[in-house]
């Protein structure tokens, strides 16, 4: 018989990859949270570092652009006391026809520990993954709009921060869902962990019909949409990613979509707004919103250290 | 069958005048996540110290991170006080290889410089593999490898040991 094993667990049911929140049962994710939790307060202390991942060697490969995430990548792994090499990999082999496999094997070959993948591809960090030695871990730090689970599990955490209990609660997800990894990841986050109700929220062009299938409500008004929601995740419009004319302008999308005082008013009073960054201000949330009181957008930066050390070291501390 | 018998309540009887003779002005209890944590928690009201004891966790220093990693429920540390140049007296349940001990050392150290560090211990089980040695100990005793040994805490915060003798 053919094994369906996710490929992102060993025969333990222990975590060994991190490519993407979809398939991961619901312990995995709040042993992530839990463990997030513990690494928050090494923030806090006069030593910032702590020695579980000395003496191994973290790659960063970033085929595409990123400051925050690669940034905050970097600071969780020196804080596990990783070595972490940064590697422009867009502008160098790549660039001179070097394949995927060939690339890696290439960086193998220099005693690798770790791989955290950026790429344009859906698929690519399971390819390497599929390819890499047993020794090896994987994390997708993004990949086409198939995935980005330490975003996903950054905002779980933030939720859970804020308002303890994820089975109580409404999310509501905002803007250009079809282009966005980030969505994907967090929908089946929020949904693995119990949350009732999750909404994606949008026009008709970036909201996919086949989202229903995953247990999420959409709709196309924006009011009905964030009426009553606990949580409210903005997106942000992937402007890059756009093809053809899905929107007539940016202003006519900020005039239905984007997230005004007026507008949020309408979910709880105290609902937080959350945005994985880069924002656009005046595009899908107003500068009084991303700014105010019930903005978390910074906290959620601070945390993704915290996640991002929680992930690599779960990962880290599972043999194949 | 358990062919062995602690009375852990009567060591703990024993271990409250033994941390008190260690304790000079101005000493901070940290207890060693969980068991010891359970014992500075009572020792502190005992001792009559006032405040919160510190709790201290091995999780981010363990030697045997590659054989065993990240373990869940592992304990979290909390210092609800400035260590720095402060006189801690670290309490754990049972003293067997050391190793946790030199981990939460360790761990203590990331947060300031104390000016001491002292260990007691309710039983200390023999077996170090390190240079380290409790400057109290309630009960002393050699242990075989396989058997296993853990402080328990019951209805009412009545301790009791979890006794494994192997198979």
């Known amino acids: ?320 | 069958m358990s062919t062995l018998h602690l009375d852990a309540e009567a060591l703990y009887r024993d271990l409250v005048g033994g941390v008190r003779g260690l304790l000079q002005p101005d000493a901070l209890l940290v207890g060693i996540w969980s068991g010891g944590a359970w014992l500075a928690e009572r020792l502190q009201q005992d001792l009559k110290l006032g405040g919160e004891p510190g709790v201290i966790s091995s999780a981010l220093h363990r030697d045997d991170f590659d054989k065993r990693g990240m373990s869940a429920g592992s304990g979290q540390t909390r210092l609800p006080f400035e260590i720095e140049g402060r006189h801690v007296v670290l309490i754990d349940d049972v003293l067997y290889t050391g190793r946790t001990t030199r981990a939460v050392i360790n761990e203590l150290f990331d947060f300031g410089r104390p000016a001491s560090v002292t260990l007691a211990v309710l039983v200390d089980r023999g077996g170090r593999e390190l240079p380290i040695h409790p400057a109290y100990s309630a009960a002393r005793m050699t242990l075989p490898a396989e058997c296993r040994l853990s402080l328990a805490r019951g209805d009412a915060g009545r301790f009791s040991f979890n006794i494994k003798e192997g198979e």
């Open chain 1, 1 to 320: 018989m053919l094994s369906r094993r996710n490929p992102q667990l060993n025969k333990n049911g222990e975590l060994i990859h991190l490519l993407s929140i979809e398939g991961l049962p619901r312990a995995v994710l709040h042993q992530i949270l839990d463990t997030a939790g513990t690494f928050l307060s090494v923030n806090e202390r006069e030593v910032k570092k702590v020695p579980l991942l000395r003496g191994k060697s973290v790659f960063n490969l970033f085929f595409e652009n990123s400051t925050r995430t690669r940034t905050t990548f970097e600071i969780a792994a020196t804080r596990l006391s990783a070595d972490v090499i940064n590697l422009d990999i867009a502008r160098s082999s790549t660039a001179k026809g070097e394949s995927l496999l060939d690339t890696i094997a290439n960086l193998s070959a220099m005693h690798a520990d770790m791989f955290v993948v950026r790429h344009g591809e859906s698929g690519a960090p399971y390819l390497i993954a599929q390819h890499c030695a047993p020794h090896v871990h994987v994390v997708n730090a993004g990949d086409g709009r198939h995935a980005h689970p330490t975003q996903g599990l950054l905002d779980m955490y933030t939720i859970k921060h804020y308002k303890q209990d994820f089975t109580n609660l409404t999310v509501a997800i905002v803007g250009d869902i079809v282009h966005s990894r980030v969505a994907r990841s967090d929908i089946h986050a929020l949904t693995t962990l119990g949350v009732p109700e999750v909404r994606a929220v949008g026009p008709k062009t970036l909201v996919p019909g086949d989202l229903t299938d995953m247990g999420v409500r959409v709709c196309h008004d924006m009011a009905e949409g964030i009426r009553g929601a606990d949580v409210i995740i903005m997106l942000r419009l992937q402007n890059e990613r756009m093809s053809g004319a899905m929107l007539p302008s940016a202003g006519e999308f900020f005039k239905n979509y984007g997230l005004t005082q007026e507008k949020l008013a309408l979910a709880k009073p105290d609902a937080i707004v959350m945005h994985p960054g880069p924002i656009n201000r005046g595009v899908e949330i107003d500068s009084s919103v991303a700014d105010g009181r019930q903005s978390v957008i910074l906290p959620q930066v601070t945390f993704g250290i915290a996640v991002r050390m929680a992930v690599m070291s779960t990962i880290s501390g599972n043999n194949a």
